[in-house]
């Protein structure tokens, strides 16, 4: 949920990342909001100093490994989300949540 932490309210309108940008179905950029709230989640777990990062699938922000494609079909495509890629980069070990069900803690 690090969009709420950019600032966007529950619930909210559907969002996925087209051209690069997030945008909800309406056609209006919650970019900087899933942005600003994407730094904010990876400044809490850098103070928190967290082992693993579950994250929700699909999402335009935790999406690991695949994401909506931009066209509010329901269609995947490789990528992740805005927080995901952030906590990616920072060396973070993330995992999607379905895997993480199935499977059980990384490593084990």
Request: glycine share 12%.
């Amino acid at each position: 949920m690090s969009e709420v932490l950019g600032g966007l309210p529950v619930p909210r309108v559907p969002a996925e990342i087209v051209d690069g940008i997030v945008t909800n179905r309406e056609g209006l950029s919650v970019d900087a909001e899933f942005r600003r709230g994407a730094a904010a989640a990876l400044d809490a777990a850098r103070l928190e100093n967290v082992d693993l990062i579950v994250l929700q699938p699909r999402s335009p922000s935790c999406g690991v490994g695949m994401i909506y494609d931009g066209t509010f079909s329901g269609k995947l495509i490789p990528g992740n989300g805005i927080f995901a890629a952030l906590a990616v980069d920072a060396g973070f070990r993330v995992v999607n949540a379905d895997d993480f069900a199935e499977k059980g803690m990384p490593g084990e």
